[in-house]
């Protein structure tokens, strides 16, 4: 089985994640402009959008659709969201040729197979997707205000976990932002903090980690991986993941590889 994934961009400016597993080719998020997901998909020598399977938003925050209403338009993808996020999509985007999911309901895209999690974020209905086909297990868990149990069993035995790790705790107390932007980031409807982050990585032990939507001002690659790895480290003993880091400013790296 032939896996490729690109964070086609990964900050509070825009979210969009390029997956291809076999023939089947997905955007989870359209939240970069049309002309920058086209302009990905050519330097990734992939077709151009109306070639992809589907496109899956988890919530409806501008920087995860941004781009959408043109994609949409021009490619007539067909989305996966849920009906609540449709409602607050469709006044922004027109009509959206889609199929509603439920959190707890698995549901098949080509020969890939979906399950959304609810998490808490301050979006209607936000949700995070652990992807399979055959052997091969994504977890993708972008915005969230905090982790839990839940989400601990359903996220374990990944190949690869795709993680927002937002601000450094830190960096954020004693930045500029104003106490109400900082209590939103921080409640347990805002955003996870590397720490948040390291914990999750921890308790489920992917083999590979993207860290993405990491803040331009409370947060660098080098503080993540930092504060990420010397909390892993701390509490995990011998589990040692491989971390790639996604820039608040530029494409990820091309993750791709064959499994069995
Ligand atoms: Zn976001
Ligand atoms: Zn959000």
């Known amino acids: 089985m032939r896996f490729k994934l690109c964070v086609l961009?990964?900050?509070?400016?825009?979210?969009?994640?390029?997956l291809r597993i076999d023939?089947?080719?997905?955007?989870?998020?359209?939240?970069?402009?049309?002309?920058?997901?086209e302009k990905a998909l050519k330097e990734l020598k992939?077709?151009?959008?109306?070639?992809?399977?589907g496109i899956l938003i988890t919530h409806e925050h501008l920087d995860h659709i941004k781009g959408l209403k043109t994609l949409i338009k021009k490619y007539q993808v067909k989305c996966w969201v849920t009906y609540e996020t449709y409602l607050k999509l469709r006044p922004k985007t027109g009509p959206i040729d889609t199929e509603f999911i439920e959190v707890a309901e698995p549901f098949s895209i080509g020969m890939v197979e979906f399950l959304p999690y609810e998490i808490p974020h301050d979006a209607v209905d936000p949700v995070a997707y652990v992807i399979t086909k055959d052997n091969l297990r994504i977890g993708i868990l972008l915005d969230c205000g905090k982790t839990s149990a839940y989400l601990f069993d359903g996220f374990r035995n990944l190949d690869?976990?795709?993680?927002?790790?937002?601000?450094s705790f830190d960096q954020l107390l004693s930045s500029s932002y104003p106490t109400a932007l900082k209590q939103r980031i921080l409640s347990s409807e805002g955003h996870l903090s590397n720490w948040h982050t390291a914990e999750f990585v921890n308790e489920v032990k992917p083999k590979l980690v993207v860290i993405t939507h990491i803040s331009e001002n409370n947060n660098t690659p080098e503080i993540v991986l930092s504060e990420i790895e010397e909390r892993v480290d701390f509490l995990g003993g011998n589990y040692k993941p491989?971390?790639?880091?996604v820039p608040s400013k530029e494409k990820g790296a091309v993750i791709s590889f064959n499994k069995k």
Do not use: Q
Not at 46 to 53: G, I, K, R, V
Not at 242 to 245: A, G, I
């Open 9 to 18: 961009a990964g900050s509070s400016k825009g979210n969009s994640i390029f």
């Open 23 to 37: 023939d089947d080719r997905f955007l989870i998020d359209a939240g970069i402009s049309n002309r920058k997901i």
């Open 46 to 53: 992939e077709p151009d959008p109306s070639e992809l399977t």
């Open 160 to 167: 690869v976990l795709i993680i927002e790790a937002n601000h």
């Open 242 to 245: 491989f971390f790639v880091v």
